[in-house]
Each structure stands twice: as C-alpha cells, then as structure tokens.
Nanobody, 122 residues
Framework: QVQLVESGGGLVQAGGSLRLSCAAR????????MNWYRHAPGRERELVAT???????TYADSVKGRFTISRDNAKNTVFLQMNSLKPEDTALYYC????????????????WGQGTQVTVSS
C-alpha cells in the first residue's frame, strides 16, 4: 500500500523554526512534483510550496524567504524547513504527490498525507 507519512509538526514560539518531513512508503515507480499544503480553521486550504522531481521550487507569497522545500529522491522524502515562524502560519500541514505505483496496472494516483499540526504562539 502506497502512502505519504508526515512528521515534524509541533508547538513553537513566533520567530522559531520547524522542519517537516513527508516520506512516501510502498512500492512506487516514480513520483512527480511534491507539494506542501496547509489548512487553518476558517481559511481555505493553501498551497505552500512545490518541488518538481527536477528540483524546481515555487512558494506562496506568504512564505517566500522564510520556508524552504527540498526533497531526497533516493528516499522518496520531501522536507519543509520553516524559519521565522509567525502565528498566522498555524495550520494543519499536508503533503501531496502524484505517484505511479510499481504493480500492474502501474496507475498514477494522487496521495495525501494525514497531516501534521503546526502551532505558532505569539
């Protein structure tokens, strides 16, 4: 069974840092772009950052200069380094990726992690 498993969330004071990880587990042939989303109560889900399998990155304006997305293709893992955290960064953070499974019919499916909570206190 293919799944995305996140870790690294927690409670941090404003100005602090956290590093989120998301590992793809199971038999996959390939993984396309990997993404981090966040969803805060009362707000729409937001695409925070994207990294392609070639390493190109894009960021939401709200996190540019503070967050860095990276990936380890050998370990099928994506990271989100979050610095200078603000209370408005408080949200449930999800990773997302399209992965082609390694068993017939080798379907390309979109997967979501279970989410990891990030809480930033003022």
């Amino acid at each position: 069974q293919v799944q995305l498993v996140e870790s690294g969330g927690g409670l941090v004071q404003a100005g602090g840092s956290l590093r989120l990880s998301c590992a793809a587990r199971g038999s996959t042939l390939s993984i396309t772009a990997m993404n981090w989303y966040r969803h805060a109560p009362g707000r729409e889900r937001e695409l925070v950052a994207t990294i392609t399998n070639g390493g190109s990155t894009t960021y939401a304006d709200s996190v540019k200069g503070r967050f860095t997305i990276s990936r380890d293709n050998a370990k099928n893992t994506v990271f989100l380094q979050m610095n200078s955290l603000k209370p408005e960064d408080t949200a449930l953070y999800y990773c997302n990726a399209a992965m082609r499974i390694a068993t017939p019919p080798y379907k390309l499916n979109t997967y979501w992690g279970q989410g990891t909570q990030v809480t930033v206190s003022s």
